[in-house]
């Protein structure tokens, strides 16, 4: 079984930052893929950003040039650094890892005000 906890949300103004982090433990392949998606109230969820096991990076066009997606493999953790947040940014943010099925975190509210 796989655990994935999350850590780094909060309430920030517009134009701020924040920094996501997901410590992955448990069987995990060493071939898998880990990312974040966020869900907005009244919204589906939906990918944010997603990084290979190799370090290939795939990005939602909302968020491009403005989130950094990074993984530390020896650690199984994944990283989110959020800039110029905008109030649309609010939502829960989830954790992913697929490798031969998807794990969720538990996830993390983040709040961008006006």
């Known amino acids: 079984q796989v655990q994935l906890v999350e850590s780094g949300g909060g309430l920030v103004q517009a134009g701020g930052s924040l920094r996501l982090s997901c410590a992955a433990s448990?069987?995990?392949?060493?071939?898998?893929?880990m990312g974040w998606y966020r869900q907005a109230p009244g919204k589906q969820r939906e990918l944010v950003a997603t990084?290979?096991?190799?370090?290939?990076?795939n990005y939602a066009d909302s968020v491009k040039g403005r989130f950094t997606i990074s993984r530390d493999n020896a650690k199984n953790t994944v990283y989110l650094q959020m800039n110029s947040l905008k109030p649309e940014d609010t939502a829960v943010y989830y954790c992913?890892?697929?490798?031969?099925?998807?794990?969720w975190g538990q996830g993390t509210q983040v709040t961008v005000s006006s």
């Open positions: 990084i290979s096991n190799g370090g290939n990076t």
């Open positions: 992913n890892l697929r490798d031969a099925r998807p794990y």
């Open positions: 448990g069987r995990i392949f060493s071939i898998n893929i």
